[in-house]
């Protein structure tokens, strides 16, 4: 059985890859390596499933139209700049997200019992806290530079973005770096609540 490696996340607009771009080339001048995200691969990540059955697949399809069929779409914005674990020892550095964040909790937490159930889904210890990754710093001294850096960007406004669907995404490493496919697309189809 052939497998696949397997992601659940919404899009981003080209408003807030444009500022992403800029936000990596800024932090790029504390000379810290970095192994930057590409522009065309920004995206906020609901799941990560790893690699799974393209069996479990379909699964995963269906249980992304059932979640997405309870959220109606609403507007993402990425603002700040934070790192985990810390912003005082980054490792993956990120943009947050000021608004949309309730929705994407409920979205991730509509889908992560079925997922795990199924066994596609291993729960992170830490809770769900979207973001969009910018890059991962390559070792400890670039943590230190980077570290230098973060406090300057907290104010930082990359825009808004709407949310109308949920992706199932494929992802392969290439020679040029890593190449997403979308597999599924699946609306949000919820009645608002304001």
């Given amino acids: 059985m052939a497998r696949t490696r397997t992601f659940i996340g919404v899009a981003v607009n080209d408003t807030i ?3 992403a771009k800029l936000m990596q ?3 790029a001048l504390s000379g810290a390596e970095v192994k930057w995200v590409e522009p065309q691969n920004f995206h906020v990540t609901l799941l990560f499933l790893g690699e799974i059955d393209d069996r479990d697949l379909v699964h995963a399809c269906r249980v992304t139209a ?4 309870l959220e109606a779409p609403f507007t993402l914005r990425v603002g700040g700049v934070g790192a985990f674990p810390t912003p005082r020892r ?3 550095l990120w943009g947050g997200i000021t608004a949309g964040t309730e929705a994407l909790v409920r979205l991730h937490a509509a889908m992560a019992l079925p997922l795990s159930e199924l066994g596609s889904y291993r729960q992170e210890e830490r809770g769900y806290t979207p973001h969009l990754t910018l890059g991962r710093a390559k070792g400890e001294a670039d943590a230190t530079l980077l570290a230098a850096e973060l406090p300057k960007h907290l104010g930082w406004n990359a825009g808004y973005t709407p949310v109308e669907e949920i992706l199932v995404y494929s992802t392969e490493l290439r020679r040029d ?3 997403y496919t979308v ?3 699946s609306p949000l189809l919820g009645e608002s609540k304001e």
């Fill in 66 to 69: 059932k979640a997405a069929a």
């Fill in 90 to 92: 980054p490792k993956i």
């Fill in 177 to 179: 770096g890593m190449e």
């Fill in 183 to 185: 597999l599924g697309r």
């Fill in 17 to 19: 890859r444009a500022a």
């Fill in 25 to 27: 080339r800024s932090l």
